[in-house]
């Protein structure tokens, strides 16, 4: 991905990275930065990102992030407790959605997480199997077609045994790599519709 594909969003997310490797937060770029990377290129004006933050550290983590970042609602770490999503606006005005990790499925999706290296810095982003199963629980039909750029343009065959234990209800007891079931994400129950509608995932 070149940096004029989306260079407002790319500093967001670049300056929200830089932050939270700063407080030794793992953290994980996902959404629209993320398919211009493993898909199609387009436009997106929203950075998302995951953070995976002790829970008896979440209330810290919140108020100081507030007070680096500035927030888009008021009483904003008050609606993050009640929804696990921070939002706030970058240096440039970008909105950032930052989504607090739940452990289980999410732990999995920050370990596959991939470096990537953008104007220069690195940042975390998430796999393409991973956001593969974002796209197929929101299920929208510009999910699928993102699901379907991914396929298309990636260089080797994601590990679509993967995406379907996560993304669907799994008959095995064991992930792929032999690890036990860890939690998927929400809304997996409904996903394996979507997947169903995508042919090449099977």
């Not at 699901?147 to 007891?173: K, N």
């Not at 690890?179 to 995508?198: I, L, N, W, Y």
Request: proline content about 8%; charged content about 30%; some cysteine.
């Amino acid at each position: 991905m070149t940096p004029d594909a989306a260079a407002s969003p790319l500093t967001a997310a670049l300056e929200i990275a830089s932050y939270l490797d700063s407080k030794e937060i793992p953290c994980v770029v996902m959404g629209g930065l993320a398919v211009q990377h493993w898909g199609e290129p387009g436009a997106t004006r929203v950075v998302d990102a995951a953070v995976m933050v002790p829970a008896e550290s979440v209330d810290d983590f919140l108020e100081e992030t507030v007070g680096a970042f500035r927030p888009r609602i008021a009483d904003a770490a008050t609606f993050a407790r009640q929804s696990r999503v921070l939002l706030v606006r970058a240096g440039n005005d970008v909105p950032i959605d930052l989504s607090l990790g739940i452990p289980g499925y999410e732990e999995e999706v920050m370990r596959r997480a991939v470096t990537v290296e953008w104007t220069g810095a690195q940042v975390r982003l998430i796999g393409a199997e991973d956001l593969i199963i974002h796209k197929c629980v929101a299920g929208r039909p510009r999910d699928l077609e993102d699901v379907r750029s991914i396929l298309e343009r990636r260089g080797e065959r994601p590990d679509l045994a993967y995406v379907r234990w996560y993304a669907c209800e799994p008959s095995e007891p064991v992930a792929p790599e032999g690890k036990p079931r860890s939690r998927p994400p929400e809304g997996k129950d409904s996903a394996k519709r979507e997947v169903d509608a995508c042919p090449e995932l099977w």
